[in-house]
């Protein structure tokens, strides 16, 4: 298992195969379990003090969601994407959450705006203090509650389960710290025009936003083959 992969972990509250999985997708996307790393259930037990049955549980729901895959005489892995199915999922999530902006009211209401911005004051937090994890929970808390503000929950959740298929993608983005900085600069760019109201800016911002993790890891594919 990757050097580090226990830093920091606090373990998300949940029952037993569900605050498993929930830590595994934060290293996933925190790029502590790389593309093609194997998942032993024998390592997994140890590490959470967990029964197999809770282990395979939580590998199951990590499949559900395409963050892991499994192949046969080797077993659960972290997924690995084609050059193609990156750009498939990126045009997607494109789609989804340009749709989900132009469906928010604007300017955005004060109460939703300072509910965001007491988030981002923690997104703030953990940037400043170099804690990945709490930069990850609170940036998807951001983005959950920014989408939420369309008000259609089916378009909101299908939003959530596209970036949740991606995780494996922006693995390593996520602990650049130009990254970080640049995305917490989004993010205030962001609140400032949900308080104006430029829809325009607004959509261009959003897909902006998207790019990098996307871009990193195809750049990654490319070192790779080459």
Known sequence: ???????NERRPSGDGASAIAATLEEDIVLGLLPPKVRLVEDELMERFAAKRHVVREALNQLESVGLVERKRNIGALVKTFSKAEVIHLYEMRELLEAESMRKIPLP???EALQQLRRIQVGHDAAILN???RNIFRTNQEFHRLLFAQCGNVFLSQSIEDFARRTHAI?????????RQLQSQKEHH???SVLAEGDRERLIKLTIAHL???RDHYLKAQEMLLA
Request: without cysteine.
């Open 170 to 178: 922006r693995f390593g983005a996520l602990m650049s710290r130009e």
């Open 108 to 110: 955005l209401s004060n």
């Open 1 to 7: 298992m990757p050097t580090g992969v226990h830093a």
């Open 211 to 213: 790019v990098p993790p």
């Open 189 to 191: 760019e962001l609140l």
């Open 130 to 132: 170099q804690d990945p």
